[in-house]
């Protein structure tokens, strides 16, 4: 069993809009939750992280984290097509030191 | 700042030689990682360093992968023989342990192609 997993897309919304990616974890004692972007060809680039329960905003960017369900989501506010990329939910495991384990992606398109 | 320094940037090599890949963590950053990408199997995690020391190798498919990290702001990764199948990005991240506040930052990774 995956100890990550996201829908692995395309997922398609038009310019203006609110796209909403999802994931699931199964460590029920990870610690860190992070969303990361790839663009094609890029290494992956930190946008957001959260660690407690509820929401966490930061411009047109919102995660939110839900430890009973173990689950974590961003949202993207107002979405551009410069928002088009995969990205990568990633949750540092409880007790296993500094272990990040990644997802697999999920690719989004943004449609002018 | 500079951030994570990864070499080079493209390696196309033959089945059966040697290849080393070269990385230089953020300075200040006390762990470092190394990750595998591919279509098939994302982002994996093949080992990492604490102040130099490796913590889990466990990640590390088999033999022929090493990596050392014999001071601070230097490691490699190297596969010897290579085979097609290692044919992938691989990418060099580096942290500043923080709890619940570490993160990873990641260099813009090596291209590998073996033929």
């Known amino acids: 069993q995956k100890e990550v997993e996201q829908n692995s897309g395309p997922l398609s919304v038009p310019e203006g809009a609110i796209a909403s990616l999802n994931c699931t974890y199964s460590d029920r004692g990870s610690q860190s939750f992070f969303w990361y972007r790839q663009y094609s060809g890029k290494s992956p680039e930190l946008i957001m992280f959260?660690?407690?329960?509820g929401d966490k905003e930061d411009g047109r960017f919102t995660a939110q984290l839900n430890k009973a369900s173990q689950y974590v989501s961003l949202l993207i506010r107002d979405s551009q097509p410069s928002d088009s990329a995969t990205y990568l939910c990633?949750?540092?495991?409880?007790?296993?030191?500094?272990?990040?384990?990644f997802g697999p992606g999920t690719r989004l398109s943004v449609l002018p | 700042d500079a951030g994570v320094i990864q070499s080079p940037r493209h390696e196309v090599t033959e089945m059966g030689q040697e290849v080393t890949l070269r990385c230089k963590p953020i300075s200040g950053h006390n762990s470092l990682f190394w990750y595998r990408q591919t279509m098939m199997r994302g982002l994996e995690l093949l080992i990492y360093f604490n102040n130099n020391v490796p913590i889990d190798d466990s990640g590390m498919p088999e033999d022929r992968f090493s990596a050392k990290m014999p001071n601070a702001s230097f490691s490699t990764l190297k596969i010897q023989p290579s085979e097609p199948r290692d044919s992938a990005v691989y990418f060099c991240?580096?942290?500043?342990?923080?709890?619940?506040?570490?993160?990873?930052?990641f260099g813009s990774g090596t291209q590998l192609s073996v033929l």
């Open positions: 991240a580096s942290s500043r342990p923080s709890g619940k506040g570490e993160k990873l930052f």
């Open positions: 959260i660690y407690s329960n």
């Open positions: 990633a949750v540092k495991l409880g007790n296993y030191g500094q272990n990040f384990v």
